[in-house]
């Protein structure tokens, strides 16, 4: 009995089950699962195949090179430093063509600083004294200029006086700025030239214009219609593309951040490749009212004179900070994302047939004769199932038989 209980199972083994459909003359479900299905369709071929490149490996691994160079001159006279003229290497920092740069707009020079003994700012509230015990000598001045000599020094007895230190004197005087000194620097060119590779197509690029004409690179200028493949940019038309104007950043500094974006569609060809430039500023806040504004920092320039004393110049810089970002994304056709989004589109079809058989069974009308006729075998198992619980029963009759 038990025999051919197991050999009935292990031939059923070799059973080829296949599903049975059941054709509803339904017009509304029909049109609905038409419609799930072009949808489908529709989103894997539109969206996923042609919008997305679903039948591409991609390379967001970018590695990149970016070495700039600044060109233009301006020239500059103030009282305290003369007549200047400002090339390249003094207006960049630092000059060696970073990715990350600073332009000089405007200045503020403190000449021929010496070491010695000088009155503290008033402007240093850490300098601040009455007496000479509020001077503590050999004590830092905070956010000051030097170290106190341990003397107060006072107009008159009632005044409030400022420490006397020893530091680079005389010391930077208190300066607003009104306007840019440097007023050509929005007509500075920068050239950007950046280098990509993409390491798991073993592809690489650079932004500069593949010709034979040498003299391009001195005559264009980048404009998106005219030289999109230009690398010279004109500073003051970078600030306006990020939609600021020049003039106005150029007094107390700013920052802006320059975008280069790659995304390369190698099944096109590498020569389809080119970067795209976006320009935007770095340094705004929604809060326009914010004290972070501008951008400022100091530098030295150390020089002796004939009798071998050390004298120093110091100068504030206000200026624009250039920050060159590079992004990219290359593509290439592959067997396995094809695949697998073929696959999933499959199995999103597989999930409209489900809707539409939830629809058919329990929103329709008829769903009960459909449901019927859809489980088919619910009867026969009805039977078993009233055979087995005539069995439960029974055992179970045993069974209180056996217990009581
Ligand atoms: N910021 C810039 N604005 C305009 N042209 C530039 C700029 N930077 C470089 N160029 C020009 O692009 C070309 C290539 O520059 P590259 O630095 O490779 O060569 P170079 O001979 O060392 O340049 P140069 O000696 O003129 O600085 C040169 O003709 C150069 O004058």
């Avoid at 009935?8 to 509304?28: C, Q």
């Avoid at 997305?52 to 006279?77: M, P, R, W």
């Avoid at 050999?138 to 170290?147: L, P, R």
């Avoid at 396995?336 to 058919?360: E, K």
């Amino acid at each position: 009995m038990a025999g051919s209980f197991f050999k009935g199972r292990f031939l059923s083994l070799f059973d080829y089950k296949t599903e049975k459909y059941i054709v509803a003359k339904n017009k509304k479900v029909g049109v609905l699962y038409r419609l799930i299905q072009l949808s489908i369709i529709g989103y894997i071929i539109g969206w996923v195949f042609v919008s997305k490149k679903g039948y591409q490996e991609t390379d967001e691994a970018i590695q990149s090179s970016i070495i700039t160079k600044l060109k233009g001159v301006s020239v500059t006279n103030t009282t305290e430093s003369g007549l200047l003229v400002w090339g390249p290497e003094d207006y960049v920092i630092p000059p060696q063509g970073e990715a990350v740069l600073f332009v000089v707009t405007n200045f503020l020079e403190t000449p021929n600083q010496k070491l010695g003994y000088c009155a503290e700012s008033l402007k240093v509230l850490d300098g601040h004294c009455r007496e000479d015990d509020d001077c503590e000598e050999g004590k830092m001045v905070t956010a000051g200029n030097g170290i106190r000599s341990g003397r107060c020094l006072r107009k008159d007895e009632n005044s409030t006086g400022t420490c006397e230190i020893y530091g680079w004197c005389p010391i930077e005087r208190k300066f607003k700025p009104k306007g840019p000194l440097l007023t050509n620097a929005e007509n500075f060119t920068i050239y950007i030239k950046n280098f990509i590779n993409f390491p798991k197509f073993t592809f690489s690029k650079s932004n500069v214009f593949e010709t034979t004409d040498d003299s391009y690179l001195r005559k264009c200028r980048f404009d998106e219609e005219l030289h999109p493949y230009c690398p010279i940019f004109r500073l003051g038309d970078i600030t306006r593309r990020a939609g600021y104007n020049f003039q106005d950043m150029a007094t107390f500094g700013a920052s802006i951040g320059i975008m280069i974006e790659w995304y390369c569609d190698l099944d096109k060809g590498g020569s389809h490749c080119h970067p795209q430039y976006h320009f935007t500023r770095l340094d705004i806040s929604v809060s326009k009212q914010t004290i972070a504004a501008g951008f400022n920092f100091r530098h030295t320039r150390y020089f002796r004179n004939a009798a071998g004393e050390s004298y120093r110049s110091l100068f504030k810089v206000y200026g624009i900070r250039f920050n060159i970002m590079v992004h990219g994304e290359a593509g290439k056709f592959s067997i396995i994302p094809t695949l697998i989004n073929v696959g999933s589109g499959l199995a999103l079809m597989g999930a409209g047939a489900f809707f539409c058989d939830m629809v058919l069974l329990y929103l329709m009308k008829k769903g009960d004769s459909y449901r019927e006729r859809k489980f088919e075998g619910s009867k026969s198992k009805k039977s078993t199932s009233e055979e087995d619980s005539v069995e439960d029963r029974k055992g179970a009759t045993e069974q209180d038989n056996l217990t009581f």
